[in-house]
């Protein structure tokens, strides 16, 4: 990965190399902030451009020894320590047993990860993974080998918020008296729940979602994309370029999600129970994955009332036929029922997860919203 890779977050790029050029290089790092911004892709760049035999003033130069193994994630001295948890072709869950696939979803993605898609990756059954004991207490004795090849060992800890609380005084020891010549990059989408002593020994970088320009310029590169696509596609993703990247990929911009749950809460609303009944089939025949997808859908629906409440509808990314919806729906969702009405649907996202009957779901949620939509507001 070299910087040239990397979408927009041009401030931290310059940053960083010059961190590189004044040697001042900080021994831990914490890469934060907002999800699809670019923080795996920022690191791996880095930490190639450290180590690159024939570094330039921009950039690694992509072809020395150094670069070429960088690219396949194959440096003796790159280390990844990732979420991960049991499945069924793993029962001794660690980073190393999952390294392959790890690597090959890495090059896949250009580093542009999440952790939902991650854990689809590892083939889990049930979602949580987390950062283990093992492969903390295992840090210095891969770190003790002497480093042939490159002038930085690099130990890459991503999604560290996912940190089994144990090992967390654990890894404090390793940062407090860190090897020789070692890199640690922690990378976080929610710091606040990184204890404090941890982020105190780190250096933090915080990276803004991207802006509507860089996520179509990331776009238009990844993808072949018609522009009319990418102007509805950057509306939506709000910074993210994971988001868009999968939008572009599944053609799915909502719609098809909109009609769908419009329909349904029209028909909870009315409480119109038979038509509710044969819808149950047609989400049925949606299957696993939009289901889930409508049903995260809707929890952003609600979101949007909630904004549409506090009177902060130009922070709404909605537009046309979706905007009126809201505007009227945001009558029945508001700071009194958000909650229970999350819960809900993040219950329903867990059981699809868990092969819960689609028919049984659907209709149980749909008795739930008849009644939270004609309760009268408190
Ligand atoms: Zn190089």
Redesign the pocket.
């Given at each position: 990965m070299k910087f040239a890779d990397i979408v927009g977050q041009q401030e931290i790029k310059r940053r960083l190399i010059n961190s590189v050029k004044d040697q001042r290089v900080s021994h831990a790092q914490l890469f934060h902030g907002a999800p699809g911004s670019g923080k795996m892709a920022m690191a791996l760049a880095y930490a190639q451009y450290i180590n690159?035999?024939?570094r330039g003033p921009d950039d690694?130069?992509?072809?020395?020894p150094?670069?070429v193994k960088y690219e396949k994630l194959a440096h003796p001295d790159l280390h990844f320590i990732f979420p991960v948890t049991k499945t069924s072709a793993v029962q001794k869950a660690s980073s190393r047993e999952f390294l392959g696939t790890w690597r090959n979803y890495l090059i896949e993605r250009k580093a542009y990860i999440n952790l939902e898609e991650w854990y689809r990756q590892m083939e889990v059954e049930n979602k949580q993974g987390i950062i283990n004991t093992e492969d903390i207490n295992s840090i210095n004795q891969t770190l003790a080998y002497k480093s042939f090849e490159s002038e930085y060992k690099v130990m890459l800890i991503w999604m560290v918020e996912r940190i089994y609380h144990a090992a967390s005084t654990r890894i404090l020891k390793i940062l407090e008296e860190p090897p020789d010549k070692t890199l640690f990059i922690l990378i976080s989408e929610n710091p606040d729940l990184i204890p404090l002593t941890i982020l105190s020994r780190t250096q933090m970088i915080r990276f803004a979602p991207l802006s509507d320009d860089e996520l179509t310029e990331g776009l238009l590169s990844r993808k072949q994309i018609a522009a009319a696509d990418t102007a509805k596609i950057r509306f939506k993703a709000g910074g993210n370029l994971n988001v868009a990247l999968q939008m572009a990929e599944t053609g799915d911009t909502d719609e098809e999600n909109f009609q769908f749950f419009r329909n349904w809460m029209r028909l909870c609303y009315v409480n119109n129970f038979a038509s509710l009944y044969q819808m149950s089939a047609d989400f049925v025949k949606l299957g696993r994955e939009k289901q889930k997808s409508l049903l995260r859908y809707g929890l952003d629906i609600a979101r949007r009332c909630l904004l549409m409440n506090y009177k902060l509808e130009s922070k709404i990314r909605s537009e046309g036929e979706e905007l009126e919806f809201i505007r009227k729906f945001s009558d029945f969702i508001h700071p009194g029922n958000i909650d229970t009405i999350s819960a809900a649907f993040d219950e329903s996202i867990d059981n699809i997860e868990r092969n819960a009957n689609g028919n049984i779901l659907f209709i149980n949620l749909s008795i739930k919203m008849t009644m939270w939509l004609r309760a009268v507001r408190k």
């Open positions: 690159c035999r024939r690694s130069c992509g072809q020395c150094s670069c």
